[in-house]
């Protein structure tokens, strides 16, 4: 007779079984090549090479280990369908690999999320396209080749299943709705029905007035305030969006995102001369001390730093971001850069080949969606990516495509312009081509900005 299920200490794994040719974006694009290519994965092997001895590494905050455990393993009894479904709603954990958008893992993956309001992490490789309706669920990146990203990809793994288990934060963006509408009843239910609707049509001020009809109805929710302020900020008024994430922390003291946010608009503020440089420090400061994990906070800090000229400081949060982040293309070239500001050396991008290449190929990605996700910047990141690889033809076509895209304003163009800037003074006249192509750049984002609205 089998045992029990020991469902507390089981990390259940959602990912496609066998080998599987999949559709994935190449690493590096030549001309006249598709930029996908067709490759066979052996999900078996990554699943007991990298997957499961990262989560049978995991000692559970009240002692025991955590096991991995996969649908098709032989243990199982019965009926398998109804026992998949037991292990994926009462699991400890649920770890899920959405790479090659396998509809089962979509399926199981929605069923944990209704199920369960918190331990559940999703995982794709970095190279895997990620569909626009998903893109705000946080997908960690994991490689399995060769051995030496294997073992980070496990390190990572078992890092984001112990930080989880220890803090227990929802992740469901399923139940995060359902119990803002359990609080407000029908008609704060309706408001926000319509307020998601609204952001899914890109409709910034329709869905403000549906989420501060919420909000007034439900004036200690911080989630909501913070809703409203990244509405405004999509509309470019910075002055409501630091008003908006400043009562979300006022509300919600321990509310990392808000804080983060709250630094990100009072930057954005200091920038026009409409606020003082240490307001944006401190929120960011806050928020990367309620969650030193969060790479857009670490980055956002080091962009305050670097703006404010602390560019030592600077550096050391974007390698903490990247580093969290398994290599994210925004903290990542923005070392970069400090480091041939501060070196005066160029070869640092002929040094960092493979990390460039794969900054590309993610942010490829994301332009390639319809609509592209984190737009403009995954283009600009693109372009920049080009810059660096010296395919300059690339870098204008890039550039230009991300500045037409339909939420591009003139300060993301003024951004990117002087983040260019910043690189043609270290540069100098040591490296004519980049030079060249440099220049080009900027009076594109130049052009561009008379044109945009603020």
């Not at 045992?3 to 507390?8: G, I």
């Not at 440089?277 to 670097?306: C, I, P, Q, T, Y």
């Not at 703006?307 to 971001?321: C, M, N, Q, V």
Request: net charge neutral.
């Amino acid at each position: 007779m089998s045992s029990a299920p020991d469902y507390l200490r089981t990390c259940f794994v959602i990912m496609p079984f066998g080998k599987k040719r999949l559709t994935m974006l190449r690493r590096r694009v030549r001309r006249g090549y598709p930029d996908t290519v067709s490759k066979t994965i052996d999900f078996d092997w990554t699943y007991n090479n990298v997957f499961r001895p990262a989560i049978d590494s995991i000692e559970l905050p009240e002692g025991g280990q955590l096991s991995a455990l996969r649908a098709d393993e032989s243990f199982f009894s019965g009926i398998i369908g109804v026992e998949m479904f037991r292990y994926i709603e009462y699991s400890r954990f649920a770890v899920a690999d959405i790479t090659g958008l396998n509809p089962n893992v979509f399926f199981e993956l929605g069923h944990r999320y209704r199920a369960r309001e918190s331990g559940t992490a999703v995982f794709r490789l970095p190279n895997a396209p990620i569909p626009f309706d998903i893109n705000q669920i946080r997908a960690f990146a994991y490689e399995y080749q060769p051995e030496a990203r294997a073992e980070e990809s496990r390190v990572l793994i078992a890092k984001v299943l112990r930080e989880s288990l220890n803090h227990n934060r929802v992740d469901s963006p399923i139940q995060e709705a359902l119990d803002l509408q359990r609080v407000g009843g029908q008609e704060t239910e309706t408001w926000l029905v319509f307020a998601e609707n609204a952001v899914r049509m890109q409709d910034w001020n329709a869905a403000v007035q549906y989420y501060e009809r919420v909000a007034r109805a439900q004036p200690a929710n911080g989630l909501v305030r913070f809703r409203v302020g990244l509405c405004e900020r999509q509309l470019g008024r910075w002055e409501r969006a630091v008003d908006a994430f400043s009562a979300a922390v006022r509300v919600s003291p321990e509310f990392g995102e808000a804080y983060r946010e709250l630094g990100i608009a009072e930057n954005k503020l200091h920038s026009s001369g409409k606020r003082d440089v240490d307001d944006g420090l401190s929120s960011l400061r806050r928020a990367v001390e309620l969650n030193g994990d969060d790479f857009d906070a670490l980055s956002s800090l080091g962009g305050a730093l670097r703006r404010a000229g602390r560019l030592g400081e600077a550096l050391e949060y974007y390698k903490r971001a990247r580093t969290v982040s398994h290599g994210h293309p925004y903290p990542l070239l923005n070392e970069l850069k400090l480091e041939v500001v501060l070196n005066q050396r160029l070869n640092i991008f002929r040094e960092r080949t493979f990390d460039l290449e794969r900054a590309a190929a993610f942010r490829r990605g994301q332009v390639a969606q319809n609509p592209p996700i984190d737009s403009p910047w995954s283009f600009f990141d693109l372009a920049e990516t080009h810059l660096y690889l010296g395919r300059s033809d690339r870098f204008e076509g890039t550039l230009k495509e991300g500045l037409t895209q339909p939420l591009t304003r003139s300060w993301q163009a003024m951004t990117f312009r002087e983040t260019l800037e910043m690189l043609l003074g270290a540069v100098g006249d040591t490296d004519e081509e980049m030079v060249s192509t440099l220049h080009r750049g900027i009076a594109i984002l130049k052009s561009a900005e008379a044109h945009l609205i603020s």
